[in-house]
């Protein structure tokens, strides 16, 4: 019978093969634009390309037409539209496990790598954080992986100094010139301060989260860049990475600061 059915509809097994493939892929685009803005666009243009199917089921030519036409040229202004979620989604796609060979593989052809802080700039790092954690100094420090950045250096001032504990808390105190924005570490030092981030677009970030928190957020939704984030309002540390955010203490964030803790 379910042979009978499949024969008048002539549907093979490359069609039920392909529906799989559509479906999959949107319930991929569903996951990763949910709680973003771009998620009624993205509702819109399924709602578009199913009456395009039904029209051209109904040999209705001047409305298939019409839509052909429509989602064609629309097609150009996607890719505007969704830039910042296409980037995002590659880089999700280009850190996946199965990749990471290949992309290991890149690395070492390129001569990209990890930059490891060293045991006594962590310790710096890390005391300054607990310090501006007890006396609630707002701060937000971003540190350098693979991903250069050189971008978001460009937006700041240029220090290049040794990671110190006094220079990172003179810099993130409040009647500092250099206190409003990131700073920026790479190579094992202060590379810059007053660095502008991009905020997410997402709106499930939990309420408490202020503007430094959705600017970690934002910055490592597009790179692989991990940041601290020093709350002014609780004191709390809370660390980034891939978008994920968690509040730490000391030994935690020595962890994330080492690399163990990052992947968690």
């Known amino acids: 019978m379910i042979h009978d059915i499949l024969g008048i509809l002539h549907i093979s097994f490359v069609d039920i093969l392909d529906i799989l493939v559509v479906a999959l892929i949107i319930y991929t685009m569903f996951k990763w634009l949910r709680g973003s803005s771009a998620m009624n666009i993205f509702l819109a243009i399924i709602l578009l390309l199913v009456i395009r199917v039904v029209a051209v089921a109904l040999n209705m030519k001047m ?12 097609a150009v202004a996607l890719v505007v539209i969704f830039q910042p979620e296409i980037r995002q989604f590659l880089s999700r796609f280009g850190r996946t496990a199965g990749l990471k060979r290949s992309r290991n593989i ?67 105190f409040k009647n500092s010139p250099l206190h409003d924005g990131a700073m920026l570490i790479g190579g094992g030092r202060i590379v810059a301060a007053r660095c502008t981030l991009p905020i997410t677009d997402r709106n499930d970030i939990p309420a408490h989260y202020g503007m430094r928190h959705k600017a970690a957020i934002g910055l490592t939704e597009r790179c692989d860049a991990s ?5 002014e309002q609780t004191g709390k540390i809370s660390v980034v990475r891939f978008g994920e955010i968690r509040t730490v203490g000391r030994n935690d964030l020595k962890l994330f600061l080492s690399g163990e803790g990052k992947d968690k």
């Open 63 to 74: 409305l298939s037409a019409l839509l052909g036409t429509v989602i064609d040229v629309g």
């Open 227 to 231: 940041v601290i984030v020093v709350s």
């Open 106 to 172: 890149l690395d070492k052809l390129l001569g990209r790598r990890n930059d490891v802080l060293e045991d006594n700039a962590i310790e710096e790092l890390t005391d300054a954080c607990s310090e501006m954690s007890e006396e609630k100094t707002g701060a937000l420090i971003v540190i350098v992986n693979k991903d250069p950045l050189t971008d978001v250096a460009e937006t700041g001032d240029r220090i290049d100094a040794d990671i110190r504990k006094r220079l990172i808390e003179n810099i993130f």
